[in-house]
């Protein structure tokens, strides 16, 4: 059996997206630091969960070969 490339690739693709995401969340950090502490809160627990929807179909693809 000869190993996908697929996972290798996701992976990367993975990290990718954490990267973005990291770099776009860190961007809003001026603006979001004069908010109310709850809101901070509120905002970066967020932002801390939505990355997660991108990489779902990336892992599904790793795993199966489709996006779906």
Excluded at 11 to 23: D, P
Excluded at 38 to 46: D, E, M, R, S
């Amino acid at each position: 059996m000869n190993p996908s490339w697929r996972k290798p690739a996701g992976a990367l693709a993975v990290v990718g997206v954490i990267a973005l995401w990291s770099v776009i969340v860190a961007g809003a950090a001026p603006v979001v630091g004069g908010w109310h502490w709850a809101v901070q809160a509120a905002f970066y627990l967020v932002a801390g969960i939505v990355w997660i929807f991108p990489v779902m179909p990336l892992v599904r693809w790793m795993e199966t070969g489709r996006f779906r």
